[in-house]
């Protein structure tokens, strides 16, 4: 499997949500897209992780990382980075976390509402629940989205 390395500046979007990104040298970036999958595994300062190819209107091709992210590899806003990409062989895996993965396997509504749903979808939903930083906050989360997956009450079911 092709790995691509290189260095990029931790950049912010200024309008919107001021999202924190690494730029993606467009010519990697189309390479990797041709592969057939958007979700690669990066390396930011040899840290590993999954994340997107995601682009804008004006065709740039970037990595989406957080604050929290930020802090644990030791960079800012400006700061160089290191990175280290290639297509992720599982690009549907989604990393449920051991409360969720518990509360799905003694709901079964709730599971099977879940596993029908598309593998972004799932991805943000079991997001919710795994960024959460104390047990206590992921089991109640947990508890809460199968409560909502049951009942049809999700914010899109809403709308």
């Known amino acids: 499997m092709k790995e691509y390395h290189f260095a990029a500046p ?3 979007f200024e309008k919107g949500n001021n999202r924190h990104y690494v730029p993606i ?5 189309e390479d990797l897209l041709k592969s057939g999958s958007r ?3 990066a390396t930011l300062n040899g840290h590993e992780l999954r ?3 995601n682009g804008n209107r004006e ?4 990595l989406t990382v957080g604050i929290p992210l930020l802090r644990t590899i030791g960079v800012k806003y400006g700061d160089t980075v290191s990175v280290g990409l290639r297509a992720d062989p599982y690009p549907d895996r989604i990393d449920l976390g051991e409360e969720f993965a518990t509360v799905l396997e003694q709901d079964a509504e709730a599971a099977e509402r ?4 598309t593998p972004g979808r799932r991805r943000s939903l079991a997001y919710y629940v795994t960024s959460a930083k104390r047990e206590k906050t992921r089991i109640s989360r947990a508890l809460e989205l199968a409560h909502k997956l049951r009942t049809n009450t999700l914010y899109s079911d809403l709308n």
Not at 59 to 62: C, D, L, V
Not at 114 to 117: L, T, V
């Open 10 to 12: 931790v950049l912010r």
């Open 25 to 29: 040298p467009i010519e990697i970036a």
């Open 39 to 41: 979700r690669v595994i």
């Open 51 to 53: 994340r997107a190819v």
């Open 59 to 62: 065709g740039e091709r970037f």
């Open 114 to 117: 879940f596993f029908a749903m």
